[in-house]
């Protein structure tokens, strides 16, 4: 049973750019979330998406979007990229409100 | 206030003896607590979940204190694999599932 995954494993992008990170649930799971953490941090929400709707948010920008798919996987998407949007972002499955378990992370770093 | 707080150590324990960390959590409609571990650049993974009741498994016991907002993690007969960063996480609460992290607290287990 495969678990969480992502894609890609590492990223550099250049400051203004945009990027799009996917990932794929955990078998049988529905929800997908998004968290951003930086060096030294805890994870920091990003969103949540559950039957193809975002259904909350943190407090993070506009330029921050995703997307649901039919298949339950989701993508996260970042415009006009900023020097502080380096991290590794993590995505979890979930069914509802029950434990997330998290992918591997995709690391990115703006240069 | 931050919304989940934890002493980010490191806490240095000869292997062998037993560690206790506490978190505090700011929101009491919180409806769902848990322990993650996660190794350096490695994804959080789901430790264990947290009940009123106090759970245990194996060498590890949880305790939640609501009327405290307070949640505990012990530790007994600690290994060197045990050498972590240990995130206390809360969720739910207005109908909010995304995860709420602590910075984290760092254990290192010395031979």
């Known amino acids: 049973d495969a678990g969480v995954t992502q894609s890609p494993t590492h990223l550099i992008k250049t400051r203004g750019q945009q990027v799009t990170l996917r990932c794929s649930p955990k078998?049988?799971?529905?929800?997908v979330s998004w968290y951003q953490q930086a060096l030294g941090q805890g994870p920091q929400f990003i969103f949540q998406?559950?039957?193809?709707?975002?259904?909350q948010r943190g407090n993070f920008p506009d330029r921050f979007s995703g997307h649901q798919f039919p298949n339950y996987s989701s993508e996260l998407n970042v415009n006009a990229l900023l020097l502080g949007d380096s991290a590794l972002y993590l995505c979890?499955?979930?069914?509802?409100?029950?434990?997330?378990?998290f992918g591997q992370g995709t690391r990115l770093t703006v240069v | 206030r931050k919304e989940v707080e934890q002493d980010p150590g490191p806490f240095n324990v000869p292997e062998g003896a037993t560690v206790a960390f506490n978190c505090t959590y700011s929101?009491?409609?919180?409806?769902?607590f848990f322990w993650y571990r996660q190794d350096c650049r490695k994804e959080p993974k789901l430790l264990m979940s947290v009940y009123s009741s106090g759970n245990e498994d194996g060498r590890f016991t949880a305790q939640l204190n609501r009327a405290s907002q307070y949640i505990s993690l012990l530790i007994r007969d600690s290994k060197l694999s045990d050498s972590a960063t240990y995130l206390c996480?809360?969720?739910?609460?207005?109908?909010?599932?995304?995860?709420?992290f602590g910075k984290g607290t760092h254990l290192i287990i010395q031979p």
């Open positions: 929101n009491s409609a919180s409806q769902s």
């Open positions: 979890a499955s979930s069914l509802r409100r029950r434990e997330a378990f």
């Open positions: 996480v809360v969720a739910g609460g207005g109908g909010a599932d995304g995860l709420t």
């Open positions: 998406y559950y039957e193809e709707e975002e259904r």
């Open positions: 078998s049988g799971h529905d929800t």
